[in-house]
């Protein structure tokens, strides 16, 4: 079975711009969480999806969004960067029933 | 809030040194504890999951055990591939979110 997929698994943007991220999960899984891990703050929650819906939110700003498609996959969009959203950005997808994450390599976004 | 810490920090190990990397959450109701290990620029890899107190699980030279308010895991005989940073987390019974520790960063030495 394949693993949890990001792309791109690298990108630069500059200050102002916008970025959307995506996320393939596992075959069969529905629920896509999307994390940010920095050096200073660690393993980030940012939301979840299940079926297409957000199920929860962590606390951050309206600038992070994301949705999730019929198929599962799922995209993370950030407006507005600013030089403190530079990350990794880790997807993780679970399957219904069973609350084990599994993630995929992550993208890691650099803000100059 | 859901809190979760690990110790230590960092860890450095001869090779065959058996150690263990300790857990400790402040939860309301947990409904699961999961262990993760990750390698640098890499996402995490899933190790363990343990849902109550005296629940144990084994893999390869490592074994995880749980308790009402941490978790320890064990390393037993570490190789340096071993070498890695440790991540722990919690999930309460409002399957809110996961919570993540800072983790505990291992150096297996030759």
């Known amino acids: 079975k394949a693993g949890v997929t990001q792309t791109p698994r690298y990108l630069i943007k500059t200050r102002g711009q916008q970025v959307t991220l995506s996320c393939s999960p596992i075959?069969?899984?529905?629920?896509v969480s999307w994390y940010q891990q920095t050096p200073g703050q660690g393993l980030q929650f940012l939301f979840e999806?299940?079926?297409?819906?957000?199920?929860n939110k962590g606390n951050f700003p309206g600038r992070f969004s994301g949705r999730q498609f019929s198929n599962s996959r799922s995209e993370m969009n950030v407006s507005t960067l600013e030089l403190g959203d530079s990350a990794l950005y880790l997807c993780?997808?679970?399957?219904?029933?069973?609350?084990?994450?599994?993630f995929g390599p992550g993208t890691r976004l650099l803000v100059l | 809030e859901d809190q979760v810490t690990q110790s230590p920090e960092a860890l450095r190990l001869q090779e065959g040194e058996s150690s263990s990397l300790n857990c400790s959450y402040t939860?309301?109701?947990?409904?699961?504890l999961f262990w993760y290990r990750q390698d640098p620029g890499k996402g995490p890899e899933f190790l363990f999951t343990l849902y109550s107190a005296g629940e144990e699980k084994e893999k390869e030279r490592l074994k995880a055990t749980l308790t009402k308010k941490e978790s320890f895991l064990h390393i037993t005989a570490p190789k340096p591939e071993d070498s890695a940073t440790y991540l722990c987390?919690?999930?309460?019974?409002?399957?809110?979110?996961?919570?993540f520790g800072p983790g505990t960063r291992l150096s297996v030495l030759p």
């Open positions: 993780a997808s679970s399957s219904l029933g069973t609350e084990t994450q599994y």
């Open positions: 999806y299940f079926s297409e819906t957000q199920r």
């Open positions: 939860v309301s109701g947990l409904r699961g």
């Open positions: 075959s069969g899984h529905r629920s």
């Open positions: 987390a919690v999930e309460d019974n409002y399957g809110q979110n996961f919570v």
